[in-house]
């Protein structure tokens, strides 16, 4: 099982990123898939999730309306839209799977990514 994450790096604030979440090992169709955010000295928080078939999606209240989730699931990949960035935003993201249904609850995920830097410059 393995979830791959990519398209970090550092942008100036009001950009633009868009983050990509690569799955295999597993059927990832069955998955609903979160991405979370942790930033130096502080805990992993919630970021987003969709449903397994994209018909339904979850924001956190401080990136609703900036950030959009989608999933494309002939590539078993989920992406994250990231715009009008802030230097809030930086932090470490990672997606993670969780079967069944979604959660805003980082310990019920079963598979989690390594994470890909998100820097945002004031």
């Known amino acids: 099982v393995q979830l791959v994450e990519s398209g970090g790096g550092l942008v100036q604030a009001g950009g633009s990123l868009r983050l990509s979440c690569v799955a295999s090992g597993f059927r990832f169709e069955d998955y609903y898939i979160g991405w979370f955010r942790q930033a130096p000295g502080k805990e992993r928080e919630f970021v987003a999730a969709?449903?397994?078939?994209?018909?339904?999606?979850y924001y956190a209240g401080s990136v609703k309306g900036r950030f959009a989730i989608s999933r494309d699931n002939a590539k078993n990949t989920v992406y994250l839209q990231m715009n009008s960035l802030k230097p809030e935003d930086t932090a470490g993201y990672y997606c993670a799977a969780k079967f069944g249904s979604t959660s805003y609850i980082q310990h019920v995920y079963d598979y989690w990514g390594q994470g890909t830097q998100v820097t945002v410059s004031s």
């Open positions: 969709i449903s397994w078939s994209g018909g339904s999606t």
